[in-house]
Nanobody, 123 residues
């Protein structure tokens, strides 16, 4: 069974930084694609970033490109999301997901999801 556990969320002022971690157990790291999604209150879940392929290619939502960085440490079975220059509109629950081949923006590509970690950015 694959388990994904997120950590690193919290309360931060606008302009600040947070680093989210997603620790994977089981066979999660044999999955090709690891992604981060977020869901704000009253809104649908949206794609944030993904890292995929053997060379670790990355892809970002336009709203976070240049501010967020996704990375993975295969030795630690962990994926990270470094979030800089945070804005109040980044406030959401952030979810880590593992999947195989498919469009990285599409939630159906991902087979397993973590429980989420809350990020609140105050103005």
């Amino acid at each position: 069974q694959v388990q994904l556990v997120e950590s690193g969320g919290g309360l931060v002022q606008a302009g600040g930084s947070l680093r989210l971690s997603c620790a994977a157990s089981g066979r999660a790291f044999s999955y090709i694609t690891m992604g981060w999604f977020r869901q704000a209150p009253g809104k649908e879940r949206e794609f944030v970033a993904a890292i995929y392929g053997s060379e670790g290619a990355t892809y970002y939502a336009s709203s976070v490109k240049g501010r967020f960085t996704i990375s993975r440490d295969n030795a630690k079975n962990t994926v990270y999301l470094q979030m800089n220059s945070l804005k109040p509109e980044d406030t959401a629950d952030y979810y880590c997901a593992a999947g195989q081949y498919g469009p990285v923006l599409n939630p159906s590509t991902y087979n397993y999801w973590g429980q989420g970690t809350q990020v609140t950015v105050s103005s």
